[in-house]
């Protein structure tokens, strides 16, 4: 049989050494790890640096249900701890207009009065709210305490431009802070908007650490 | 109380904005009277109210809009932002405006702004439909002093007392 012959040109140009795939496989790979690690490490230092900078804005961090925005706040008020917006869509011609509210969730927090007690202190928020707006009217009123948070859930509904409108309202208390949660959504039982605002109470709750 | 702040109404306010349109008229009706003073998010102004002829006085309060009621605490006053005149709002209670309609006319009304004190006599009551009648439509002239509370718990109905600027006396 006869040997097949490579035929081999010969040339004056020199050839560079012959490099084994596997090495420039593990070149690369170091290259690419080293790179990560400086991205890695730039963000962790950025942290230390500046933790303010480093921090993801509140959209980034949370995953608000379709349509919900974040509102910048202005920073004048520093009660305001999170404010957010569901966008109303337009009307399509011939459907009816079922409400004029827009959803929206807002969170403040405030000091928790010195000497109060959590379970009265929030039962008089409460009655005082009951009493001072005619239109509100809560249907619902739960307090529980769990260790250091104590909660009261609330649920009602008022009236705007002779339209009902649902709402709800949680304050937590913990570690000398009170915070308060509203959310404003139709009153419609077809509506997932309530739900979709005890999602957004959830996650800014996770945030806080509650 | 005074200026105590209430995180339920405050967030409720911020949540509902400005709200366009007409606003309501206070719903100062209520069924079962409180004489506590509880946190309504009310500011204390200046200005004080004394109806002599029921021993009464009164701190007033800045009327303070939420949405579009007016925030009506259980024994405070508070006082409507209007272009002209003086008109102040307060449950149909005793421990509110709930006697006023007892007085006679010329009964005497005295309103201290922080700086001096006025002496009002009462001049004559209306009773008008909030239903029927915006809060707007109402007009007020300076030199007059204007109660409004509600004829009855629950009701449109609502009993306005008007007080001229009496004379000063020589």
Redesign the interface.
């Known amino acids: 049989m006869a040997k097949k012959v490579m035929s081999r040109k010969t040339s004056s140009v020199s050839v560079p050494p012959k490099v084994p795939t596997q090495q420039i496989g593990i070149v690369i790979f170091v290259l690419v790890g080293l790179g990560l690690a400086v991205l890695i490490g730039a963000q962790k230092l950025t942290q230390l640096v500046n933790p303010e900078e480093a921090t993801p804005t509140q959209e980034e961090a949370l995953t608000l249900p379709e349509g919900w925005k974040v509102q910048e706040n202005s920073g004048e008020d520093e009660?305001?701890l999170f404010?957010a917006y569901k966008e109303v869509t337009t009307v399509e011609a011939g459907e009816p207009m079922t409400t004029g509210v827009t959803p929206?969730?807002?969170?403040?927090v405030?000091p928790f009065p010195e000497g109060a007690e959590p379970e009265a202190y929030t039962q008089?928020?409460?009655?005082?709210?009951k009493?001072?707006?005619?239109?509100?009217e809560y249907t619902q009123n739960d307090f529980n305490s769990n260790g250091d948070i104590a909660a009261r859930r609330?649920r009602g509904t008022?009236?705007?431009?002779k339209e009902k409108i649902g709402?709800k309202?949680q304050?937590y208390i913990h570690d000398g802070q009170?915070y308060?949660?509203?959310?404003?959504f139709p009153d419609d039982e077809n509506s997932t908007v309530s739900t979709e605002v005890e999602i957004i109470f959830d996650q800014v709750l996770g945030q806080l650490g509650l | 109380m005074q200026d105590e702040?209430?995180?339920?109404?405050?967030?409720?306010k911020?949540?509902?904005g400005d709200?366009l349109?007409a606003t309501?008229w206070?719903?100062t009706?209520?069924v079962d009277e409180?004489t506590?003073s509880?946190?309504?998010n009310l500011h204390a102004t200046q200005m004080q109210l004394s109806l002599p002829a029921l021993a009464k006085e009164w701190q007033i309060y800045q009327g303070e809009q939420?949405?579009?009621?007016w925030?009506?605490?259980?024994t405070e006053v508070s006082r409507l932002p209007t272009a002209s005149g003086t008109v102040l709002y307060g449950h149909n209670t005793d421990s509110v405006f709930g006697r006023v309609h007892t007085l006679p006319w010329g009964a005497t009304a005295q309103l201290n702004d922080g700086q001096e004190t006025k002496t009002y006599r009462l001049a004559h009551t209306r009773i008008i439909n909030s239903d029927y009648t915006p809060l707007e439509k109402i007009e007020y002239t300076d030199g007059e002093l204007t109660l409004i509370t509600c004829r009855d718990a629950d009701s449109p109905w609502r009993v306005i007392f008007t007080f001229k600027l009496a004379p000063t006396q020589e």
């Open positions: 009660r305001i404010q929206s969730v807002t969170a403040l405030s008089q928020l409460f009655e005082a709210a009493g001072s707006l005619p239109s509100l609330l008022l009236e705007m431009n709402f309202q304050i009170v308060t949660f509203t959310a404003l | 702040f209430n995180p339920l109404l405050e967030s409720l911020m949540s509902l709200i349109g309501t206070p719903g009706g209520v409180s506590a509880l946190p309504n939420i949405g579009q009621d925030v009506v605490g259980d």
